[in-house]
């Protein structure tokens, strides 16, 4: 008899094994890293010059990075594609104050301090998905290390989803630069990636437009101020409108804040988009062939500048090389 219940148990957990195990498979073969030299023929995508661009970064100059949450938790596997299963990741949200001589500016400005507010009107299912821990504003911690005076001359998002621009109502006369796609497609968006509650009230936007040539193996920039400090890249496909921001150090300390094209760095190294499920399951891109190529891109430049230091937005593990607030690096 128990032969004959073995039996049977096993001819009903053999089929679902094996059917977890092609799952698996083709999971594995959905996260398969990017094909670098397919999608650099297919995009046309520039080549990487051997010799960084000159700079003559001002003294006075530097950078800090304002941790303002952290993610809930989840799976790497979802993050990053070939990801691990069993790990846990706790993605950041934060801002990067930059001290310019010329002018301050926030890129990104994290989580504020009305986000539960704005964060209530998704459904339970996204706030369960992209729920945060505790969090604390870049308007506090400013006031908190005695610089609630520190003039800004402006806040530039990376691109406009919530958890980039959730602190600007706590800047209501900061400047907000910005493309016209990028605007256009935050105004007209929705929830969970558009909180229209966040921005739709703000008044002193800015037209934000590449007028220089390429940069890095971008076709295009904008230097800020002129002295190749901070330079601007197009890095659309995760939005439409979505920029990336070289920062050019006195030390000779080179960065690039590279918004979402990726969450991890390990996006960039492998180099692979979001996981499978997630893409699928969530619609994360506003155009995942080109934000695939930003990947390939910026995969292309960390193996020819491999001291250039690409920091996507959530990559919690970055932060000990980072200066957290409120240290500063020059």
Known sequence: MQNLARHSLLRILLPLLILLGLAALLLAWADRPLDVERIRQARQLPEIPAELPPAHPPAGLDFSVIRTSQSQGTLEALIVGGGRWLQLRRPVHMAVLVRHPQG????????GRQVDAQFAVNTAFHRQLFGYAAVDPVKDQ?????????????????HMHWDHVSGLPDFPELPLLAQPAEREQALRGEAPYFLASQFAAHRPWRELRFSGGPYLGFAQSLDLFGDGAAVLVPLGGHTAGQVGLFLNLPSGARY????????????????????WLAR???????????????IVQLHRLLRAQP?????PAHDETLLPRLPLFPRFAS
């Open 142 to 158: 400013l006031a908190r290390a005695g610089l609630a005076a520190l003039p800004l001359a402006f806040a530039l998002p990376s």
């Open 104 to 111: 301050n500016f926030l890129f990104d400005l994290g989580l």
């Open 307 to 311: 001291r250039l230091q690409i920091v």
């Open 280 to 294: 699928h399951a969530l619609h994360l891109d506003h155009d995942e062939a080109a934000n695939q190529a930003a």
């Open 256 to 275: 690039l804040f590279s918004g979402d094209v990726t969450w991890t760095l390990e996006g960039i190294r492998r180099p692979a988009d979001r996981g």
